[in-house]
């Protein structure tokens, strides 16, 4: 299984960021496959997941409205587009899958990582 993130960069409060992760190495759709994140100082949280074989998506409270996850069969890739950002949203973003579902980002616990991607929001 691999996983490689991409989209990462520096902008402005109130700007917009899409994430890519390209994936590899297994049956995409029967995985379950998400976004975390971990700012500097914090614990690594779970931003949003889906389990692509039913279509089902989970968003933490802090994406609901302004982030949104989706995937590409034929790229196989997991994007996060992120609106309204803030600097509290700075921070590593990495992409994670499991063959476990994710019913809830915040309880889901996936075995596989990227590498990460810096997310770097200025006031």
């Known amino acids: 299984v691999q996983l490689v993130e991409s989209g990462g960069g520096l902008v402005q409060s109130g700007g917009s960021l899409r994430l890519s992760c390209t994936v590899s190495?297994?049956?995409?759709?029967?995985?379950?496959v998400g976004w975390f994140r971990q700012a500097p100082g914090k614990e690594r949280v779970g931003v949003a997941c889906?389990?692509?074989?039913?279509?089902?998506?989970d968003y933490s409270e802090f994406a609901k409205g302004r982030f949104t996850l989706s995937t590409d069969s034929a790229k196989i890739t997991v994007s996060l587009q992120m609106n309204n950002l803030s600097a509290a949203d700075t921070g590593t973003y990495y992409c994670?899958?499991?063959?476990?579902?994710?019913?809830?980002?915040?309880?889901?616990?996936?075995?596989?990582w990227g590498q990460g991607t810096q997310v770097t929001v200025t006031s």
């Open positions: 190495g297994f049956v995409f759709d029967d995985y379950a």
């Open positions: 994670a899958a499991d063959l476990y579902p994710c019913l809830t980002v915040g309880y889901w616990d996936p075995d596989h």
């Open positions: 889906i389990n692509r074989n039913v279509g089902q998506t």
